[in-house]
């Protein structure tokens, strides 16, 4: 496989941002020699104006009005990396009452290991009420407290948001909840792009052997990066335990993945993208992973700010 289509694998798939147009110098001078290219960012763009990567994630979650919703926490500025592995963030969390935020706590559970500013969590709660309740990890206190305001204004009864380590707290929290554990998402985790800090990567074996233990016969784990190298090293945590987890297109013949594996439909919807999926079915995991699109070492580079309207989410 060369380099360059390795990396399409987590290529964002069609934006949907009406009114609105990414302008950066680099692209408006590729545009004119390959705007096929470009087809699926800007086609239903306007040139009425220039946005940052906040403003489009806005308009990606626009219909839950978060952007008005500012009150007490205000504007959040935070470190976009933290050590979870320092003293402070080692500390476990009292297990909360879950009949205090969800109405009802026996419905499936999904589990968010780091939430972001929980805008996708916020997204799927809203969307489907009913089904099931959702709960986010995150270890940057601010942006629970801004998330956990914006479900109180939302009054939502499906979904809360705690400051925790997963690394240290995911397995008694998940045991502690008397429904089913139904759903795990990991979404563009923090790479520790050093070698002597990938200790630091929430996916550890540690991690994929509580998720197993606890995911019900039927659960999903949805697993996205931005970043090749964690994406396949996350992806080579879960074939450790082969035992355990299979490859989704090696057990179901009507999944839409390519030779290797790869999912080239995002199951998510439009709301997230670049997924690596893990999916249960009866004992065992079968995994499926995204390929959006293909391009080349050189398309990838300049597709790169348009790739950060979708991870930018995890860090608003």
């Known amino acids: 496989m060369k380099s360059g289509t390795a990396l399409c694998h987590f290529a964002p798939r069609g934006f949907s941002l009406p009114s609105a147009t990414l302008i950066n110098p680099t692209i408006l001078r590729y545009l004119h020699k390959k705007p096929s290219f470009f ?26 009005n ?10 959040v500025r935070i470190r976009q990396h933290v050590n979870p ?14 009949n205090e935020f969800f109405e009802d706590p026996t419905l499936p559970l999904m589990v968010d290991i780091g939430s972001g500013s929980g805008r996708f969590l916020i997204w799927l709660a809203k969307r489907f009420p009913n089904a099931k309740n ?25 979904i809360y948001f705690m400051f925790a380590n997963a690394a240290v707290s995911f397995d008694q929290l998940v045991a ?13 985790p923090d790479p520790h792009f050093k070698k002597r800090h990938h200790k630091r990567r929430i996916v550890q074996k540690e991690l994929v052997d509580s998720i197993s233990k606890h995911l019900s016969p039927g659960g999903h784990v949805f697993l996205q990066s931005d970043v090749l190298e964690v994406a396949l090293d996350m992806r080579q945590q879960f074939d450790a335990l082969s ?18 594996g790869w ?6 919807g439009e709301q997230s993208s670049q997924i690596l999926c893990i999916e249960i079915s009866r004992l065992k995991l079968r995994v499926c992973l995204v390929a959006l699109f293909l391009i080349t070492a050189m398309d ?7 790739l950060k309207i979708v991870v930018a989410d995890h860090a608003i």
């Open 243 to 260: 035992d355990t987890f299979d490859h989704m297109d090696a057990i179901a013949s009507d999944s839409n993945c390519d030779e290797q």
């Open 66 to 75: 978060l952007k008005s919703m500012v009150g007490e926490v205000g504007h």
């Open 85 to 98: 592995l320092s003293s402070f963030f080692r500390k476990s969390v009292k297990i909360p009452s879950w």
């Open 39 to 64: 087809i699926f960012s800007i086609r239903n763009l306007s040139h009425s104006g220039v946005l940052r990567s906040p403003d489009l994630v806005e308009l990606e979650y626009g219909d839950l």
């Open 176 to 188: 502690a909840y008397p429904g089913p554990l139904m759903c795990v998402s990991i979404l563009c």
């Open 134 to 158: 959702h709960l986010g990890l995150e270890i940057r206190n601010k942006l629970v407290q801004r998330a956990q305001f914006w479900v109180k204004e939302l009054a939502l009864k499906n």
């Open 263 to 268: 999912l080239l439909d995002n199951p998510m």
């Open 300 to 306: 990838f580079r300049l597709l790169w700010s348009s």
